[in-house]
């Protein structure tokens, strides 16, 4: 069974020991919990400059996709994942407290928001091919054009021509993790809740809405026995969690270290 944690910690110093210290332990991916009014610096630069300065764990920040524009967000994960050599996760945040949302000026969160952004979010990672890049230096071109594409989305409250400005990420896509709660196809969809039976039917409900992966989002004090045969893996929060039974199991990217494929490109596989 997989295992994955939360870190916060006051400052970078203590953050960077603490996702060195969940490396060393063997957890699959950590998770660094933000808000649009928390001070601090941003989950998504935290997990940057930890990039290069880990090796083989998942860096999962939590970026709200109903205050963070949609192609910017794009562009940073994949940024992330390019710069962590195939290590980024994404924790899709879905607020609506209004004084989030007045952050960036807006007064409320449109239906189906949260749904567009992860969607457009995919397109814009596979609107560069993987071969797009030929890097020809005696007729000087960079890439090929035919293998870049416009994503062309209409979404209810916005809309992204694209293509994105960053290559497609080592990944294909970066792992797309968020909240059973959130009613959309997820890599990993998160059940946070503490009563096995309760974890056991949402864990069946998200699987049949698209979940790739369930983990039981619990405190760092619960027990993962209780849940073994019904998650694939528990993300813990606060404490100090236990052991991974499956030290070590990492692979070259988070997507191999979770046992997930790599997806084919839309856009290659349209052509």
Sequence with gaps: MFSAIEVDAPDIAALERAVLDAERAGHAF??????????????????AYLARRTSRIGLAPTLHAT???PFHLATQLASLDHASLGRAGWVVGATTDPADLATVGRTGA????????????RRLWDSWEDDAIIRDVTT????DPRKVHHVDFEGSGF???????????????????GADTLGIALDVALVRATDPAEIADRAARARHAGAALVFADVPASFDPALVRDVVDGVHFRGGSPPVPESRGAHGATLRETLGLPRPRNRYEVAA
């Design 110 to 121: 449109g239906d189906g928001e949260v749904a567009d952004v992860v969607d457009v979010a």
């Design 67 to 69: 205050t963070t524009e």
């Design 159 to 177: 809309s992204v021509i694209g293509p994105l400005i960053t290559p497609r990420p080592p990944q294909g896509q970066v792992v797309v993790i």
């Design 30 to 47: 950590v998770t660094f919990p933000d808000s649009p009014r928390r001070p601090g610096v941003e989950a998504g630069v935290v997990a």
């Design 140 to 143: 000087g071109r960079f890439l």
